[in-house]
């Protein structure tokens, strides 16, 4: 495993979905809260923020893509659990079931990241 590939994975996931969320609501305000449109387009380009961490995390972990991407999918699960006590409106179940999301992120950037980047073939395998 690649851990100094899986520790920038882990920034740039965490990162960029900070991001994301920081600019909607920075331009939402406090409609942010009552808004069903606006927190289904936080959740949206929270997502594609997602993806795009996780295809950047893949191109930079050149070996063992699929095995450094489940790590940085199941680390930025973990570290997402403070969201239960700091959010009155994220339950624990949802954090559970956040999961399932980070992990279609997940897939969804490893196969962009394998159409940018593909896996190069060695002399053995060229057969």
Do not use: E
């Not at 965490?14 to 920081?22: A, D, K, Q, T, Y």
């Not at 991407?69 to 994220?90: D, E, K, Q, R, Y």
């Amino acid at each position: 495993m690649n851990y100094r590939a899986i520790f920038l994975g882990i920034l740039l996931v965490m990162g960029l979905s900070f991001v994301g969320g920081f600019a909607i609501g920075l331009a939402a305000g406090k409609a942010m809260f009552t808004s069903p449109r606006i927190m289904l387009a936080a959740g949206i380009l929270n997502f594609f923020l997602t993806v795009i961490a996780f295809c950047i995390s893949g191109v930079i972990a050149r070996t063992q893509r699929f095995n450094n991407l489940a790590v940085i999918a199941v680390v930025c699960w973990l570290l997402s659990a403070p969201s239960i006590f700091l959010n009155p409106a994220f339950t624990f179940d949802a954090w559970l079931l956040s999961f399932i999301f980070i992990a279609i992120a997940m897939v969804a950037g490893c196969g962009l990241s394998l159409l940018l980047v593909p896996v190069a073939k060695t002399s053995a395998s060229a057969g």
